[in-house]
């Protein structure tokens, strides 16, 4: 009897170590596009309230080696030489010596400033918090700024800490303008409340876990690679990563599908309203028409081809710039981190020496009650928007 139940327990051990082996190799054999997809949805349906933290990097100048650099220099001199043929003499090294100030000024930038922020996350409260820190360190000096921001997105809401500029403002407005004396108070910016009352901002909320896998599911998946965890993730204590090697144009792919998956959304919730609804088909019309209209922009159609930001789209639209995404995970799945490295496009500012790299770093915390540095009420805020007269 006791062979039997010890033979039972083995037996029980080794389908169990077989089991998590099992849902171990399935978990590592996950293609990275389905793990980047899963580990989205999990962030905004189930692990949805988090706290988070990162900084934003420049850097001024080619990191490709050498040739690369100097191949760039001599592009900047023709350049430089091209746009001043037609001036004087005088106005022709005047030029060139602004060129050569606009660049150590990036230069030195790059070197001394970043943004780092923090932030919190509550989707079940409809509301988000991002507090960047401008930040500018060199020998001798030290200048921050912070602009605290909350989100209220049941309400459109959006609440500023702008006290490093209200302070000064206050100061010259007490004798001259008392009514634009902010005190302590947040700044708000909000959608009139008998407009949002119409607005089903929920049902759209409710469909943006959908269109943000639509929209990942419009990249190719051989896009996507699973990678060996570079320092940053080990830092995170990450299991897993998955790198997207993207472009602009493919980004704007994603852009784009996402937001007309949101407008299909819209489009059927408004087909089921009935006349008991709590919002009818009309309510429904007024958030697509905006959706598609970014939807137009970001496509670059005609309609939008002479607007400034349709223009700069429509550059964009073919545009091959790199874009590295990094995607880092625990060993539930979950995303705990992200790293994005980019070059801004130069076809505006081609006289820079050197691109313009940003890397963007974030490391996310769970916890199933975000702290949120902000509190705002009706009584510690001032409407902006009223006092503007936009509404």
Request: contains cysteine; glycine residues 6%.
């Amino acid at each position: 009897m006791r062979l039997q139940i010890t033979k039972m327990v083995l037996m029980l051990a080794v389908a169990g170590l077989m089991s998590a082996c099992g849902n171990k190799i399935k978990e590592i054999e996950e293609s990275p596009d389905k793990m980047v997809r899963a580990g989205m949805q999990r962030m905004m349906k189930e692990d949805n309230q988090f706290n988070f933290t990162g900084t934003v990097n420049l850097e001024v100048g080619n990191q490709a080696g050498a040739n690369s650099a100097d191949k760039n220099s001599e592009v900047v001199a023709q350049q430089a030489s091209s746009a001043s043929e037609e001036l004087s003499e005088v106005e022709s090294d005047y030029y060139k010596q602004q060129i050569e100030s606009v660049n150590r000024v990036m230069g030195l930038i790059s070197k001394s400033f970043s943004i780092p922020f923090t932030g919190a996350v509550d989707m079940p409260k409809g509301r988000m918090e991002v507090i960047p820190e401008f930040r500018y360190e060199s020998k001798n000096a030290l200048v921050s700024y912070k602009f605290p921001v909350y989100l209220d997105f049941n309400n459109l809401s959006m609440y500023v800490d702008a006290s490093v500029i209200t302070d000064i403002s206050d100061i010259m407005n007490q004798g001259s303008n008392p009514q634009w004396v902010i005190g302590d108070q947040y700044m708000q910016l909000a959608v009139p409340q008998d407009r949002v009352q119409h607005l089903p901002i929920t049902d759209l909320l409710k469909s943006l876990p959908k269109s943000v896998d639509d929209g990942y599911a419009a990249m190719a998946p051989s896009a996507f690679t699973k990678v060996a965890v570079d320092e940053f993730g080990k830092g995170l204590e990450a299991k897993y990563q998955v790198r997207l090697n993207s472009t602009y144009a493919m980004s704007l792919k994603y852009d784009v599908a996402m937001l007309q998956s949101l407008s299909q959304a819209l489009k059927q919730a408004a087909a089921k309203a009935g006349p008991d609804s709590k919002y009818q088909p009309q309510d429904y019309a007024v958030l697509q028409n905006i959706v598609d209209g970014l939807v137009s922009i970001y496509s670059g159609n005609d309609e939008t081809a002479n607007t400034p930001f349709g223009f700069y789209m429509a550059q964009l639209k073919n545009n091959s710039v790199p874009i590295i995404y990094n995607f880092y995970f625990d060993s539930k799945g979950r995303v705990i981190g992200t790293r994005t490295k980019m070059t801004l496009p130069r076809d505006q500012i081609k006289e820079l020496k050197g691109p313009i790299n940003i890397d963007y770093k974030v490391q996310l915390e769970y916890t199933g009650s975000p702290k949120f540095t902000m509190q705002p009420t009706s009584q510690n805020s001032v409407n902006i928007g009223s006092r503007l007269g936009m509404y």
